[in-house]
T-cell receptor, first 113, second 110 residues
Framework: EAGVAQSPRYKIIEKRQSVAFWCNPISGHATLYWYQQILGQGPKLLIQ????????DSQLPKDRFSAERLKGVDSTLKIQPAKLEDSAVYLC???????????FGDGTRLSIL | QQPVQSPQAVILREGEDAVINCSSS?????VHWYRQKHGEAPVFLMILLKGGEQKGHDKISASFNEKKQQSSLYLTASQLSYSGTYFCGLTNFGNEKLTFGTGTRLTIIP
């Protein structure tokens, strides 16, 4: 079974610029997650989708972050404008449901200059 | 609220055992355990869904103590491949969000 695909793997931008990340979950996985992982910390959930709908986005900084999951499959996460504190690894994960394992992609390492 | 893991870091010699604890201030619905190696994505180890449940494969097992609102991960006869940072993730009743703990960095030396 193919794993969770993410792109790009690395991104370097200047503060106040915008950036977008893409995720393709494992086929058949209804639940998709975006996490932010700052160096030395555990992943922090930004947004959780169940098919097309948002289940939880309580920790998503909505003034600058947005995410969508069209047709219940691929998802994009956007940051606009980026701040220095957004430097982190952005992980996408998917699962069949919340009681099943979450499978993570390799992540996008974002550096803000 | 973020689950608390202990210890924060541990160094073992190959073949030694380790226990990693994860505790929550709220009633638990499920406990997930993941291992993350440096520069890589977290890898799923196991999920425990019921209080009192214990699971294991190879020499890694875990328990879920509902009353104490905590889970423990047991690594026996550790191997070099066990090195990495271990994270517990907890969900609570009425809250689907998986909240990851503070992490435990495990180093195995020959």
């Amino acid at each position: 079974e193919a794993g969770v695909a993410q792109s790009p793997r690395y991104k370097i931008i200047e503060k106040r610029q915008s950036v977008a990340f893409w995720c393709n979950p494992i086929s058949g996985h209804a639940t998709l997650y975006w996490y932010q992982q700052i160096l030395g910390q555990g992943p922090k959930l930004l947004i959780q989708f169940q098919n097309n709908g948002v289940v939880d986005d309580s920790q998503l900084p909505k003034d600058r972050f947005s995410a969508e999951r069209l047709k219940g499959v691929d998802s994009t996460l956007k940051i606009q404008p980026a701040k220095l504190e957004d430097s982190a690894v952005y992980l996408c994960a998917s699962s069949r449901d919340r009681e099943r394992p979450q499978h993570f992609g390799d992540g996008t390492r974002l550096s803000i200059l | 609220q973020q689950p608390v893991q202990s210890p924060q870091a541990v160094i073992l010699r190959e073949g030694e055992d380790a226990v990693i604890n994860c505790s929550s201030s709220k009633a638990l619905y499920s406990v997930h355990w993941y291992r993350q190696k440096h520069g890589e994505a977290p890898v799923f180890l196991m999920i425990l869904l019921k209080g009192g449940e214990q699971k294991g494969h190879d020499k890694i097992s875990a328990s879920f103590n509902e009353k104490k609102q905590q889970s423990s991960l047991y690594l026996t006869a550790s191997q070099l491949s066990y090195s990495g940072t271990y994270f517990c993730g907890l969900t609570n009743f009425g809250n689907e969000k998986l909240t990851f703990g503070t992490g435990t960095r495990l180093t195995i030396i020959p």
